[in-house]
């Protein structure tokens, strides 16, 4: 429960901070693009992570699996792939906040 909380404190954060950098910086681009790149970074490598350990559980040989390792692996996976999508609803409503708070209305 600790590591899911943690990645929701680091998600929320660094879209925050993400958001009201780039709407300082790029003051040109309009606010759907900065919140969409601000909620992006977290969500998107940890469901690379877990596309990738799909994927390789999945392509395990039956000698590799042993029991059911496999089929935890690619539930766990799954799990994480939709908890990277909640991150990144969380992660846009955080990068909104922030450029309607911190940075250009």
């Known amino acids: 429960m600790i590591p899911l909380f943690a ?3 680091a998600c929320v954060a660094v879209s925050a901070i ?4 780039i709407s ?4 040109q681009w309009p606010a759907r693009w900065a919140v969409f790149t601000a909620a992006l970074p977290l969500p998107i490598a940890l469901g690379l992570l ?8 999945a392509m395990a040989s039956r000698e590799e699996c042993g029991v059911d390792a496999c089929a935890m692996a ?3 996976s ?5 908890w990277s999508l909640t991150l990144f609803v969380i992660g846009a ?6 450029r309607r708070y911190l940075g250009r209305p």
């Open 74 to 76: 690619m539930v766990f």
């Open 18 to 21: 993400v958001s009201a950098a």
């Open 78 to 82: 799954m799990v994480g792939i939709g």
């Open 93 to 98: 409503v955080s990068a909104a906040f922030a």
């Open 50 to 57: 877990c596309a990738w350990m799909f994927i390789d559980a």
């Open 7 to 9: 990645s929701l404190i």
């Open 24 to 27: 300082h910086w790029k003051q």
